[in-house]
């Protein structure tokens, strides 16, 4: 296993159409998290799963914007109508369950850069 | 409302000090928190953690401290390396739910 994967790693796109970026987490890991990163600032929560079930979503999240996770495995966000504030990098990271109040470490994927024009 | 922050300016030392970074936040009561290292267009590395009840976390070169009167974290790297230059972001993670929420990071540039 080589990690959390996304994919693509840079999409640039005209302002109004769709975009989709998918995720691949470890295996073994049942939660799957999405961020945002615009430069200069530290990750935005988007949202977390764990396996299928989408447990929680940020209010950053509008309606344009939605997440799956089939089967509990890769996972996908996608932006309809995009706008040029959409333009950041969108980083999914993956992680055990956690124990009762236990840490919950995050492991990162490279992050797809998405650039709206 | 919930806040934390890190230094937002750049810090430059000098190889072979010690840099230390700091992260304030208002208004959680954070179960851990956690550092990550981060390279430009890479996504964060976890290096560190410290516990609610814990006051210093050792690693290496690598020194956490957590003052929940102060609510604040502190963050060394001693006897810095220019490999060192990096963001670091520190992230609360509070309750059971596990979501991790991350300060704005602050970069280290570490000079031969």
């Known amino acids: 296993d080589t990690g959390v994967s996304q994919d693509p790693r840079h999409k640039i796109t005209k302002r109004g159409q769709n975009v989709t970026f998918r995720c691949d987490p470890i295996s073994e890991h049942n939660r799957l998290y999405w961020y945002r990163q615009t430069l200069g600032q530290g990750p935005e929560f988007l949202t977390y799963f764990q396996n299928e079930a989408q447990l929680e979503k940020s209010r950053l999240l509008s309606d344009r914007f939605s997440a799956e996770r089939p089967k509990g495995s890769f996972s996908t966000l996608e932006i309809q109508r995009t706008e040029q504030g959409d333009s950041a990098m969108y980083l999914c990271?993956?992680?055990?369950?956690?124990?009762?109040?236990?840490?919950?470490?995050?492991?990162f994927g490279a992050g797809s850069r998405l650039t709206v024009l | 409302s919930q806040k934390i922050e890190q230094n937002s300016e750049a810090l430059n030392i000098q190889e072979g000090k010690t840099a230390t970074l700091t992260c304030n936040y208002t208004n959680y009561s954070p179960a851990y928190l956690q550092w990550y290292r981060q390279d430009p267009g890479r996504g964060p590395v976890f290096l560190l953690l410290?516990?609610?009840?814990?006051k210093e976390k050792r690693k290496e070169r690598l020194k956490v401290t957590f003052d929940t009167t102060l609510k604040q974290s502190l963050f060394h790297i001693t006897a810095s390396q220019p490999a060192d230059s990096a963001t670091y972001l520190c992230a609360l993670q509070s309750g059971n739910t596990g979501k991790l929420i991350f300060g704005q990071g602050t970069t280290l540039q570490v000079k031969p």
């Open positions: 990271a993956s992680s055990h369950q956690p124990r009762d109040r236990g840490a919950n470490v995050l492991t």
């Open positions: 410290i516990r609610e009840n814990e």
